[in-house]
């Protein structure tokens, strides 16, 4: 029996998000650059969460579940400097952002009672983090020589 030495990861495994980034793409944000992103995405997308709690109370809960999504991966990732219970990888941090982002994208497509202009604001919250890990270099690069 042959084997594939390969090692093609399966459709519904976590390394399979990876091929959703083709190999070729320019990942110019840095592990540190993209912690910081993320230190400061959180207090801003839970603000905006807040104002949007009066305007429209469903995307203000799906804007808050990103947040809370957002920050709690955040947390749990061995970033340089690392999160305060780092257990996951960087590259385990990009790919829960490959797979949740869309999946949030949809839920917020189909949630009904959100009108058009807040809608965009919700969709939004969803794209940023797709660009954002397909830019994301799971690899710090070294220091410049001495």
């Not at 650059?33 to 603000?47: E, K, N, R, V």
């Amino acid at each position: 029996m042959a084997t594939n030495s390969s090692r093609q990861p399966a459709a519904g495994s976590w390394l399979a998000a990876e091929r959703l980034v083709p190999p070729h793409w320019p990942r110019p944000v840095s592990p540190r650059a993209h912690a910081y992103f993320d230190l400061l995405a959180f207090p801003a997308i839970m603000s905006l969460a807040a104002w949007m709690w009066p305007r429209n109370r469903k995307a203000a809960l799906l804007i808050a579940a990103n947040g809370l999504l957002e920050g709690t991966t955040a947390a749990f990732t061995n970033f340089p400097p690392p999160g305060p219970f780092p257990r996951l990888s960087f590259r385990q941090h990009i790919r829960i952002g490959l797979l949740g982002a869309p999946l949030y994208l949809l839920v917020g497509s189909l949630v009904p009672g959100i009108p058009g202009p807040r809608r965009a604001v919700v969709l939004g919250l969803g794209v940023l983090p797709i660009v954002l890990n397909s830019l994301s270099n799971p690899v710090e690069p070294a220091p410049a020589g001495r």
